[in-house]
């Protein structure tokens, strides 16, 4: 079998990677997708647990939430992050693989809540762990939830997917010179003021040491490279 250069990783979906193409919601094509890549991953032995955004659904601070308390907005959001954790637990489900959604607010009808040691559990039994309802706090992104839970479970990396490769010198869609990096440090990332993750997420990634990369989900087999050691994307190291 091929070796896997992770036991643990923590693999951050934004909410939006799940439209594909459509303006809203689950893009069916697209989650199947998603799933097969981490499919791939799991048969690697590699333990993996899931941070799923929801902004394809809500997000508290976009405009359709104007005029509504912030708290109550955000609250939406996370419910939005519990569908979509539904979602790819069950599509995973339909791909034979064993997925369990913890979810930071309780909601126990629905989704089981988030408790570490369960957590921890489920992973070393090689079932994905799929943590729903962000950190549970409003003011917060799931991009916080993946750096928060990636650092209680040990995780030896946060793998950011989006829709851009990796960290740029500039916006790429803006600026045809700019370039991509490798690696980066956080300092450098910070002096350069390249957004990486939001900064609460940064900085607690920074201070647990905890290495994240950036990388393109809609790119074919980027995951697998990453988890098999190969230069995918951009490592933001200590
Ligand atoms: N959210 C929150 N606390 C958290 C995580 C998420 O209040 O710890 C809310 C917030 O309103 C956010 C929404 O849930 O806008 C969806 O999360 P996010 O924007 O991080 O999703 P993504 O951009 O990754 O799809």
Do not use: W
Not at 108 to 135: C, S
Not at 209 to 220: A, G, T, W
Not at 229 to 236: I, P, R, S
């Amino acid at each position: 079998m091929t070796q896997a250069a992770y036991k643990r990783v923590l693999l951050k979906l934004s909410g939006e990677a799940l439209m594909g193409d459509d303006a809203y919601g689950i893009n069916r094509a697209t989650i199947e997708r998603m799933v097969a890549d981490v499919k791939e991953v799991a048969q690697l032995g590699v333990e993996l647990a899931i941070v799923i955004g929801g902004g394809n659904i809500f997000r508290g601070v976009a405009p359709g939430a104007q005029g509504m308390d912030r708290a109550t907005a955000d609250y939406m959001g996370m419910l939005a992050t519990v569908m979509n954790s539904l979602a790819l637990a069950d599509a995973m489900r339909q791909q034979g693989m064993t997925a369990r959604v913890m979810s930071a607010i309780s909601i126990e009808q629905v989704v089981e809540p988030y408790v570490r040691p369960k957590a921890l559990q489920y992973l070393e039994e090689g079932k994905i762990v799929i943590f729903a309802a962000g950190t549970g706090n409003p003011f917060f992104t799931t991009d916080t939830a993946a750096a928060l839970r990636g650092s209680e479970i040990g995780a030896q990396v946060v793998l950011k997917a989006t829709k851009v490769d990796g960290v740029y010198s500039a916006d790429p869609n803006k600026d045809p010179s700019a370039t991509r990096y490798s690696s980066i440090s956080f300092d450098e990332a910070i002096s350069r003021h390249l957004q990486v993750m939001d900064a609460t997420a940064f900085a607690l990634c920074r201070d647990q040491k905890l290495p994240i990369r950036v990388f393109s989900i809609v790119k074919p087999g980027a995951l697998a490279r990453i988890v098999l050691g190969e230069d995918e994307g951009t490592l933001v190291h200590v």
